[in-house]
């Protein structure tokens, strides 16, 4: 018997045919199927249909063209907390039936974005919900304005959720300005 040298892991196995690593100096596996060679080939064209399948499914749910929009319209305005302009936050307008749109405050103005920023809110009644948190000690208000997750509320958490914030506010073609006056009272 011939003493065999110890080499690094990385040099000792190579790849197979069959996409395994083999000692080196060893015969690749050859795996066998049950029938003809014919039946190998069906196998891997099934996989290749149902991956095929699966990739068209996920293009038509998640890439939508411009003719699977529904009718924007813009949406701008102000948010105020007792007559003041919120600082920074964020305002999410949820229609009914439809895609919700979203803005950033910014020294309490917003602009809506549904498809794209800036192009506005679908058209019919919202329920509105705003948030406003304060950034943790050395966090950037404007990296992600409002929408820190871990510091304390700028406002009454019943403006958080749309079905509690009380506001409500129907969105018309053209330009729609909004004023959300907020209240730390009850």
Known sequence: M?????????????????????????APAKRRYAGSGLSGAIRNAGWLLTLAACGLAS?????????????????????????????YGQVVFQPLS????????????FTLGTYEAADGAVLGRHRVSVTARKALEGEEP???????????????ERYGDSASSGLEFEVTSGDNVFHIELSSRR
């Open 2 to 26: 011939r003493p065999t040298s110890i080499r690094p892991v990385c040099h000792c196995f190579q790849a197979s045919s069959a996409g395994r690593r083999v000692a080196r100096g060893a």
């Open 59 to 87: 293009l038509s749910l998640g890439c939508r063209g411009a003719a699977d929009r529904v009718a924007t319209a813009p949406v701008h305005g102000t948010v105020t907390l007792d007559g003041k302009p919120l600082p």
């Open 98 to 109: 439809g895609r919700v749109a979203k803005g950033v405050i910014k020294d309490g103005q």
């Open 142 to 156: 404007d990296a992600l304005p409002g929408i820190s997750r871990f510091g304390p509320s700028l406002i009454p």
